[in-house]
């Protein structure tokens, strides 16, 4: 178990722990924050996260804007890429494909899965759905990685 998904486990069941863990993460990558997100289920190749609705995400339409969706969606990725990266890899994002397959009109859960024998240096897919409290799809898509070996000093 790497550092990452060890301290996930070391906080979840704790009152807030999962919210400390989110805190932590917003931490390391400052830009997450601006959505502020909870990680809600994080295990080896799948990572959840929750953005909750209100006026800071909306846009025009009052509904939770595309863009903090997708915030989401490369958080969720980000972090299961962290909590799921053999040793002897590295990894970098390359690009994001999304549709917009429904108004997001609540929360949004935002789901990152990858298979365990996609951890290969190459090109790699990283499936990417966004969710409302009624389980509709309302973004998928791909973020494309970068996996390769890390270099030995």
Known sequence: MNK???IYNQLKN?????????IIVCRTAPYFG???PLITHLEANHCECQISKRKRVHNHI?????????????MAMGVMA???VPKHLRWIPKGMSVEY????????RCVAKMQPEDWQPGEQEVV???YDINNVVVVEGIIRLWISEKKKC
């Open 14 to 22: 704790y009152p807030l722990g999962k919210k400390l863990f989110s």
């Open 82 to 84: 962290e909590a799921t």
């Open 34 to 36: 601006t959505i502020k």
């Open 4 to 6: 990452t998904l060890k």
């Open 101 to 108: 397959t429904a108004k997001a009109g609540t929360d949004i």
């Open 128 to 130: 990417v759905k966004a």
């Open 62 to 74: 009052n509904t939770v804007h595309v863009i903090a969706i997708c915030n989401g969606l490369e």
